[in-house]
């Protein structure tokens, strides 16, 4: 997206509360992947619009998204899961903090490993992928079956950069990560039972829903 017409979407958004901007500038200043401004404010949209009653997230990260969807519609209920210890463990305290523990419940583990766990809260009414970008069409097949029937799944950076399409690129793990998401996204376009739409905001946010 042309650079001035992104900061005049960006300037159109909702002024943030405080709390927002000290993770934002925290996950900044630490390297912590979060979603785009504008990815983020999108995302809050469809979580509006859709007044999901529970949420699975895969990533948790630092509670950022889980945090901002709760935010949008607080009649929700969250369940996410990380499996990095830190962040596992800073999402907990950021979520304390902002006093929303009885809206967020944290598992610390692997996705592909604690399926038990995440499958004992179901049904899900919005599945929200943004965790290793190599394992999105697993994380999809796994849990798309505890998805009530008119359940929206939402993937994140499913344009990665713009790498996508580039054929050029020269560092090994960005170009191994491209080809991924680039083969994630023709397995969501042509899956049988999904329709998706790829939406060219933020990092990219894909949009799934049943036939």
């Known amino acids: 997206m042309d650079k001035r017409l992104e900061q005049y979407l960006i300037d159109t958004i909702d002024t943030k509360p405080e709390w927002v901007n000290e993770l934002e500038e925290y996950a900044l200043k630490n390297n912590v992947p979060i979603m785009e401004p504008l990815g983020i404010d999108f995302l809050m949209q469809l979580i509006r619009l859709k007044k999901p009653n529970k949420i699975l997230e895969i990533g948790t990260a630092i509670g950022y998204s889980a945090l901002r969807m709760v935010e949008a519609f607080p009649e929700t209920s969250i369940v996410t899961i990380e499996r990095d210890k830190n962040r596992y463990e800073e999402a907990l305290s950021n979520i304390k903090k902002i006093d929303k523990k009885n809206k967020i419940t944290v598992i610390f583990g692997d ?3 604690e399926t038990n766990r995440i499958k004992e809260q179901a049904p899900y009414d919005l599945l929200f992928i943004d965790a290793a970008k190599g394992q999105y069409q697993r994380f999809f097949e796994l849990y ?9 799944i939402i993937s994140d950076n499913v344009l990665f950069k713009g790498l996508v399409t580039d054929s050029s690129i020269e560092n090994e793990r960005s170009n191994s990560i491209a080809k991924k998401v680039y083969k994630y996204n023709e397995w969501l376009i042509n899956h049988p039972s999904y329709t998706t739409s790829i939406i060219p905001i933020g990092d990219g946010v894909a949009i799934s829903v049943k036939r």
């Open 111 to 113: 996705a592909l490993e």
């Open 144 to 152: 798309s079956k505890y998805l009530t029937e008119d359940a929206v």
